[in-house]
């Protein structure tokens, strides 16, 4: 199976993928609830296209000032609260869409759960001599 690297869209590097990106980054309990490598992967794919539905929404419904070379209309739309605030509901809709659906029900963890943390922080302790 190839990496989850080469599979990804490649509207990451896009606008709306690096609003998605910023957004996610910014709730960290979004990432509890697609924790999951198949769940991240469906999570993103669906959140750039519904992202990206609102912001061309967004764009036809709010008089943004001509392009002038300081923002992207983007960053322009993203400014205004209630903006910002459309695109967050949907990203935690489609976070709860995710997780709710029972394909990714067995899905391991995407990182070591708590009781692995814990044995390696015991051992970074011993290792390091403090107690």
């Known amino acids: 199976m ?3 690297d080469d599979i990804w869209l490649p509207l990451v590097d896009e606008p709306i993928g690096g609003i998605v990106a910023r957004l996610e980054a910014e709730d960290p309990e979004l990432q509890r ?3 999951s490598p198949r769940r991240l992967l469906a999570f993103r794919t669906f959140a750039y296209i519904r992202i990206g539905i609102v912001l061309g929404q967004l764009l ?6 001509p392009y002038d070379g300081s923002d992207a209309w983007v960053e322009t739309l993203l400014a ?11 990203l935690d809709t489609t976070a709860e869409e995710i997780a709710a659906d029972p394909r990714y029900a067995d899905d391991e963890p995407l990182g070591p759960d708590e009781g692995a943390r814990r044995r390696f ?3 970074a302790r011993k290792k390091l001599g403090r107690t």
């Open 2 to 4: 190839a990496s989850l």
């Open 33 to 35: 609830r697609v924790g």
């Open 60 to 65: 036809f419904e709010d008089e943004i000032e």
């Open 80 to 90: 205004n609260p209630a903006h910002r605030r459309a695109l967050v509901s949907e």
């Open 121 to 123: 922080r015991e051992f």
